[in-house]
């Protein structure tokens, strides 16, 4: 589908996003090394993003929740963190949806895919 790219990614243990993040914070990703964001609610793993529209998160899956799970899901969305959700929020609100159309395509929407995929085979090979 245009513009959304996840990767479903079941580990070998069970981990929350505490403990995931504490078993791979030292590893060199594609992106770089992943780090931890405050984003609404919770915390999800991260990488650098490319753009604003445009970031590899690590959160987990659907039916998994807080509790702790092997199934993870490694996805392309927007920049995370408090500051970025308002701003991201607040130019939507303003281009009434028209600001946020580079995440649909484009040279940094093609990159961030790629380093979704590279992401999900990185964590795949890590054997946690």
Same mark, same amino acid.
């Given at each position: 589908?245009?513009?959304?790219? $996840?990767?479903?990614?079941?580990?070998?243990n069970d981990?929350? %996003?505490?403990? @995931?993040?504490?078993?791979?914070?030292d590893h *060199?990703? %594609?992106?770089?090394?992943?780090?931890?964001?405050?984003?609404?609610?919770?915390?999800?793993?991260?990488?650098?993003?490319?753009?604003?529209?445009? #970031?590899?998160q690590i959160?987990?899956?659907? %039916? $998994?929740?807080?509790?702790?799970?092997?199934?993870?899901?490694?996805?392309?969305?927007?920049?995370?963190?408090?500051?970025?959700?308002?701003?991201?929020?607040?130019?939507?609100?303003?281009?009434?949806?028209? =600001?946020? @159309?580079?995440?649909? =395509?484009?040279?940094?929407?093609? @990159?961030? *895919?790629? #380093?979704? /995929?590279?992401?999900?085979? /990185? @964590? *795949?090979?890590?054997?946690?």
């Open positions: 589908m245009l513009g959304i790219k $996840q990767i479903k990614v079941v580990l070998k981990y929350t %996003t505490d403990t @995931l993040f504490e078993a791979i914070k *060199e990703f %594609t992106p770089g090394k992943p780090k931890m964001v405050k984003h609404g609610f919770t915390n999800i793993i991260c990488f650098d993003e490319v753009d604003r529209q445009n #970031q590899v959160v987990p899956g659907m %039916t $998994q929740g807080a509790k702790p799970g092997p199934k993870w899901t490694v996805m392309k969305a927007e920049a995370a963190g408090m500051d970025n959700l308002a701003k991201n929020m607040a130019i939507g609100a303003l281009t009434n949806g028209w =600001g946020n @159309l580079g995440s649909l =395509g484009g040279k940094n929407s093609k @990159l961030c *895919e790629k #380093q979704v /995929e590279a992401v999900a085979k /990185e @964590l *795949e090979a890590m054997g946690i």
